[in-house]
Each structure stands twice: as structure tokens, then as C-alpha cells.
């Protein structure tokens, strides 16, 4: 695939130079959503519900955008979500993506179905790294994910809460969606990361992959394990619910990240942006929240800050980057977030990002939902 060339463009901008060099079913693989795609519209449309109240004589020149994600301190509030099959959109994958966020002093959760391995991501980095598990049915396979994680520097677990089964991604289905050689689930033992193959509409061999390999019995107990028998903390993600977010710290959780998959999994789900503050608030200070989903300008990350999250993740803009232009265009789109933050910030009249009291007004009108 030849590079686009892409500079400081916006989210959808991105999109287009990506559909220029993906194939469709590709491309449908990373727009795409669950069902009929209602949570993945609101995702974005949230954030439209807000306006700004902006103080004025500031004197702010250079805002403080960093903060520290489980001690991690990062020069960005904004990481690389975990997002599988990296190299689908560009041969270096998870690699570049890597690098692009740690060029940007930002943080990557590497996917467990990552199609580099694990170690080889390590090299690349130069920012921190946390590595994200799904619950498997054979659990000893987690259990040396997570070790070997320990071992090659990695300082978190995510472990992703709301995929017992894959949601229906009907865009998949369609296109009878299966992953093409060279690209395969390389941190897995081969009985475990062999990827059915589909040549049909109607199959997709990601979903069938999942429902061979995760285990919809996992309960709280299991996540209370898994914070026992790992040096690493442990993150929860795909939390909605206030009651959720305070079980998950019970159970051991250092941080959850409020998240809809993406508008992926269950279609008409809540939102992540109207689930963070209950989120926020239920937890206090006994863990780290995140959001994850529908973030696509630096005035988002603002909204997102002030309703109660340390910081956010990025998905779909990183993968449309990685596919427009490799390790690059995904690093000026951290760049291109960053500035966004910063004048969102100083004509905000905001010196941090502690320092957001007062800050959102919601606009009048109906909500998305």
C-alpha cells in the first residue's frame, strides 16, 4: 500500500486517505460496529452535548497537559487504545504504533491479538506500555501472557470486560470477514490464535474465533485472581455502570476504563461520555478512570477531563493514520490532538488539567439518548 500524504488532518480526513489504500472489507473491519450502529454514531455525538464556559485574563501561555496514568508520568492525556490486527492497515502494526505514541511521550495498551508480538512491541517503544488480555477459556494462556508481559517491561494489565461473545458486526458479516496470510494472533499458541478461515458472506472468522476462545463464565471472582497472581495492576475495561466500576475496585482493580467497545459489542449501549461521571464519582480515588470512545478532537479530551477522566484513548484516527501514512501520520495525529488540547486550554483559561471547575455547560436540546 503507498502511503498518502497526510498532515495535520482531521479525523475524517484520515479516514479518506485511509479507504484510498485499504480494502474494503479492511476498512469496513475498523469503521464498522454492532448491530445497527447507534452506539457508534453516539459515541461521537456525546461530546456534541457540551459547550465550554471559558474564563477570560487567564495569563496562561503554555498549559501543563500531562498527568500520570498508574505512575506513569505521560506528556499527553490521550493513548493508543487497544485495537487488534495492527498490521491489517500497515505493515509495521503494533510497532508503529508504538513508536508514534511514544514520540508524543503517550502511552500504548498493546492488544492481546496483536499481530507483532509482544516483545517485538517493547522494542519499538519508547513510551510506557500496558498490555491488554481478554478472558480466555484456557486460563494458563492468560496467565503466561501476563508474565511474559512482567518480564518484557510492560507496567499494566487491561483486562477487557464486555466481550464474553463478539457483538453481530454485520459489516463483517457481509464481507464474510477473515484475516489475510501474514496476519494472525502472533502472542497466541497456535491452538488457541488459529483464526478460522472463512470464503463466504455471512461467516466472519474474527467472531468465530471469539466464541471458540473466550469464556463468557468469567466472573468477579476470576478478575479477583487474576490481581492476586500478577506483579502488574490490573485495568478493567468496558465499565458503564456505577456499580461495576466500584466492584472492579473491590475486587483489586487499579483503573477502569469507561468504554463501549467502540460501539462494537452491544448496540444501543449507554455511551461512554454519559456513563464517565457516575463512573468518576462511584470510585473517588480508589482507582484510575479512563475513557475510551468517541474522541476524535483536542476539545474532546477537555470534555472528557472535566466529566472525570485521567486521560482518554484513541482508536479508529490511530488506525486511519497508521494505514494513510505508517508511524508518522500517527504521530502527528497525537501532535495534532496535543495542539488542539493546548489552545483548547489557553483560550479555556485553563492552567492543568485539575483546573476544569465550572468549565462545561450542556447545550440546550434533546440528548442523543
Not at 513508536?99 to 508524543?104: H, M, N
Not at 484510575?288 to 484516527?317: C, K, M, N, Q, S
Not at 501532535?335 to 488539567?353: D, F, I, K, Q, S
Request: net charge negative; aromatic share 4%; hydrophobic share 45%.
Amino acid at each position: 500500500m503507498a502511503p498518502a500524504q497526510v498532515g495535520s488532518a482531521e479525523a475524517d480526513e484520515l479516514e479518506r486517505a485511509a479507504d484510498a489504500v485499504l480494502p474494503q472489507s479492511v476498512a469496513d473491519f475498523v469503521r464498522g460496529g454492532a448491530g445497527d450502529e447507534l452506539t457508534l454514531a453516539w459515541e461521537t455525538e456525546a461530546f456534541r452535548e457540551y459547550a465550554l464556559r471559558p474564563r477570560v485574563f487567564g495569563g496562561i501561555d503554555r498549559p501543563d497537559l500531562s498527568t500520570t496514568m498508574l505512575g506513569s508520568r505521560v506528556s499527553l492525556p490521550v493513548a493508543a487504545a487497544p485495537m487488534a490486527y495492527q498490521r491489517l492497515v500497515h505493515p509495521a502494526g503494533e510497532r508503529a504504533v508504538a513508536e508514534a505514541a511514544g514520540r508524543a511521550g503517550a502511552l500504548t495498551v498493546v492488544p492481546m491479538l496483536s499481530s507483532v508480538c509482544l516483545e517485538e512491541v517493547a522494542e519499538a517503544a519508547a513510551g510506557p506500555l500496558w498490555l491488554q488480555l481478554y478472558p480466555l477459556r484456557d486460563r494458563e494462556v492468560v496467565g503466561e501472557l501476563a508474565r511474559r508481559a512482567e518480564r518484557a517491561g510492560y507496567q499494566a494489565l487491561v483486562l477487557t470486560a464486555d466481550a464474553p461473545r463478539l457483538g453481530t458486526r454485520r459489516r463483517d458479516l457481509r464481507n464474510g470477514f477473515a484475516l489475510p496470510s501474514g496476519v494472525e494472533p502472533v502472542n497466541l499458541p497456535r491452538q488457541v490464535g488459529t483464526v478460522a478461515e472463512v470464503d463466504r458472506a455471512g461467516a466472519s472468522a474474527i467472531a468465530l474465533h471469539a466464541e471458540a476462545t473466550h469464556d463468557p463464565t468469567f466472573g468477579w471472582a476470576d478478575l479477583a485472581r487474576l490481581c492476586d497472581q500478577t506483579a502488574l495492576p490490573v485495568v478493567v475495561k468496558g465499565v458503564l455502570r456505577a456499580e461495576d466500576a466500584r466492584r472492579a475496585a473491590d475486587m483489586g482493580a487499579r483503573g477502569v476504563v469507561v468504554s463501549s467497545h467502540g460501539g462494537r459489542q452491544l448496540d444501543r449501549a449507554v455511551p461512554s461520555l454519559h456513563a464517565l461521571p457516575e463512573v468518576a464519582e462511584a470510585v473517588g480515588d480508589r482507582c484510575e478512570v479512563y475513557l475510551d470512545g468517541g474522541v476524535r478532537h483536542g476539545t474532546d479530551i477537555l470534555i472528557a477531563a472535566a466529566l472525570g477522566a485521567r486521560a482518554v484513548f484513541t482508536g479508529r484516527p490511530l488506525l486511519w493514520a497508521l494505514a494513510a501514512g505508517g508511524a508518522d501520520a500517527a504521530a502527528r495525529l497525537f501532535a495534532r490532538l496535543g495542539g488542539e488540547l493546548e489552545e483548547a486550554m489557553v483560550l479555556a483559561g485553563r492552567a492543568n488539567l485539575t483546573d476544569l471547575d465550572g468549565l462545561l455547560q450542556p447545550r440546550r436540546g434533546d440528548r442523543t439518548c
